[in-house]
């Protein structure tokens, strides 16, 4: 008759790992991160069309462009949205009058000045939105080195599981008595030998009288 029990070599109960659950400051982190990333791309975008008109709109001005072409037109009029906070900061000076359609060049210093404070917008912009990567990856980082831990332990768990020793007991019957003899074996190895067999650790039964 015989009781096996599983237990490591320190002869304590291996407990499983537990798997890390998802930190709620920490997603919810990601997610406004994430979500004030996309923010700022959108306005980044928004900046980048803005400096392109002011550009075009600044040489179109300097080269005395046609007014009533389509195109001159469309950036003449995403040019006046644009620079609708920076009008009247600084006096055009006009350069003359063009050959050939007899249009005014003129150096509008005020659209410079908006393409240096656009840039600026544009720049701060793009550092917050590298701040926001940097910040979602190391969220990320964070959750993936929990993962790769948890697992670690899962594999060490079920490496010591392969490894442990069993404590088994063996009750000999013999003319003198009962004899109950604990023993731990490790894993895999041979059998605990059979009550026919002496158990190491007991007295073997005395030989019969004739």
């Not at 900046?47 to 462009?65: D, Q, T």
């Not at 389509?70 to 000076?93: C, Q, S």
Request: glycine letters at 6%.
């Amino acid at each position: 008759m015989s009781d096996t029990t599983a237990t490591d070599p320190y002869g304590t109960t291996a407990v499983p790992p537990q798997e890390p659950e998802p930190h709620y400051m920490r997603s919810t982190g990601r997610v406004a991160a994430l979500a004030a990333r996309f923010i700022g791309y959108l306005a980044y975008i928004y900046i980048m069309f803005v400096e392109v008109i002011l550009f075009l709109g600044f040489f179109l001005l300097l080269f005395g462009a046609n007014p009533s072409s389509g195109f001159v037109e469309w950036a003449y009029r995403n040019l006046d949205r644009a620079m609708k906070p920076f009008r009247g900061i600084f006096t055009p000076i006009e350069l003359g009058t063009t050959s050939g359609n007899q249009i005014e060049s003129i150096f509008d210093t005020s659209v410079l000045f908006a393409m240096i404070i656009y840039g600026i917008i544009g720049l701060l912009i793009h550092s917050l939105i590298q701040w926001l990567t940097y910040k979602v990856r190391t969220i990320e980082r964070q959750e993936k080195n929990e993962h790769a831990a948890f697992e670690a332990e899962r594999i060490r768990q079920e490496m010591l599981r392969s490894g442990m020793a069993a404590t088994t007991t063996v009750t000999s019957s013999t003319p003198a008595g009962t004899t109950s003899t604990t023993a731990a074996i490790p894993a895999h190895s041979p059998a605990p030998a059979s009550a026919a067999e002496p158990v190491p650790g007991t007295i073997p039964p005395p030989p019969p009288k004739v």
